[in-house]
């Protein structure tokens, strides 16, 4: 018999992408998930759908690497094999990163290297991009930045706000990341040493606008 692949899933507010995570019924082991916050939204959601879900609160430890190895040490109690970032907000030690490389995920609400670090929506109506978007990566020490791994993009209407913007990219972020998931269960993504990411099969692009796109 055959061990399905494992994950933890860190969180910090409201989860939508842990949820649609948890929605996709993808062929891996959501062991926990573990939010910052106590007061997270997704901490209950995951609770109704019987999955754990742990609190370590970074406001109990005095520096971020006190905090990065309690989090550590939460982590470990379930030995995931990948550790997937879904809206998690807190800026990780390198040593943290160090410690997962190759083994963390994030999604993030931006076409990376555009817009890294908080307000991605504002700053694209700011700037007049015409498309916008979200980036899943594996995380290495700088924030926001790594290996891509997959990105889906949305148009920029004159009309559009914030809010309708970032409605537009939340609704792809949860295509995107349960798709790069799968293909992570499936044995299809490889990091290469140079630090590329490579999807095995003919990266396909679909009327999603994910690319490579769910219709690989
Ligand atoms: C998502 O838009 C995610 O891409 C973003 O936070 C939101 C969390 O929403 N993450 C980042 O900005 C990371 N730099 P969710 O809690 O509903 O999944």
Redesign the pocket.
């Known amino acids: 018999m055959t061990v399905m692949p494992s994950v933890v899933v860190l969180?910090?507010?409201?989860?939508?992408?842990?949820?649609?995570l948890l929605d996709a019924h993808l062929p891996l082991r959501i062991l926990a998930v573990i939010s910052n916050r106590s007061d997270?939204?997704?901490l209950e959601q995951a609770r109704s759908r019987g999955i754990p879900a742990e609190v370590v609160d970074h406001r109990l430890y005095a520096t971020r690497e006190d905090f990065d190895g309690a989090l550590q040490g939460c982590i470990s109690r379930f030995q995931p094999d990948m550790v997937v970032?879904?809206?998690?907000?807190r800026i990780l030690t390198p040593g943290f990163v160090r410690h997962y490389e190759g083994r963390l995920l994030?999604?993030?609400?931006?076409l990376l290297p555009a817009f890294?670090?908080?307000d991605?929506h504002r700053r694209a109506l700011a700037e007049g991009v015409r498309v916008h978007g979200?980036t899943v990566h594996f995380v290495t020490p700088e924030?926001?930045h790594g290996p891509i791994v997959a990105q889906a993009v949305v148009p920029v209407f004159p009309e559009d706000t914030e809010a309708l913007l970032?409605h537009r990219?939340?609704s792809l972020?949860?295509v995107l990341y349960p798709q790069v998931l799968r293909w992570w269960a499936a044995g299809r993504l490889r990091l290469t040493p140079e630090g590329r990411v490579e999807v095995a099969g003919r990266p396909a692009w679909g009327p999603s606008g994910c690319y490579p796109g769910p219709e690989q």
């Open positions: 969180i910090s507010g409201r989860g939508s992408n842990m949820v649609a997270a939204q997704g970032l879904a809206g998690f907000m994030n999604i993030h609400p931006s890294p670090g908080l991605t979200c924030l926001d970032a990219v939340l972020e949860h």
